[in-house]
């Protein structure tokens, strides 16, 4: 089992930054793929980056292209998001994730993860 812990969410205005922590233990030698997804009110949950361990590449939705940015720390076993220029549709409950298998095309599909954190809240406004 792997287990997942989330911190760092926050209310902030249009504009600023937050930076998530995903602090993982347990059983996770063979995890593949981690992940940040997110999930506003009356909506779907969406996938929005990706980071593979096997080759260190990351992938981003459209939507967060260019603002936010993963990493990865192996010596702390962190995943992390750095949230810069946020805008109020940015405003969600953000999940980390884990999956022992890579899905390229599909990195942003929830039922693909293996593993999930318990979500923090992140909102935007003014």
């Known amino acids: 089992q792997v287990q997942l812990v989330e911190s760092g969410g926050g209310s902030v205005q249009p504009g600023e930054s937050l930076r998530l922590s995903c602090d993982v233990s347990?059983?996770?030698?063979?995890?593949?793929?981690y992940a940040w997804f997110r999930q506003a009110p009356g909506k779907a949950r969406e996938g929005v980056s990706c980071?593979?361990?096997?080759?260190?590449?990351?992938y981003y939705a459209d939507s967060v292209k260019g603002r936010f940015t993963i990493s990865r720390d192996d010596d702390k076993n962190s995943l992390y998001l750095q949230m810069d220029s946020l805008k109020p549709e940015d405003t969600a409950v953000y999940f980390c994730a884990a999956a022992y298998n890579f899905y390229k095309m599909d990195w942003a599909r929830p039922h693909l993860y293996d593993f999930w954190g318990q979500g923090i809240q992140v909102t935007v406004s003014s």
């Open positions: 980071f593979s361990m096997n080759d260190r590449n990351r």
């Open positions: 347990g059983n996770s030698r063979h995890i593949y793929t």
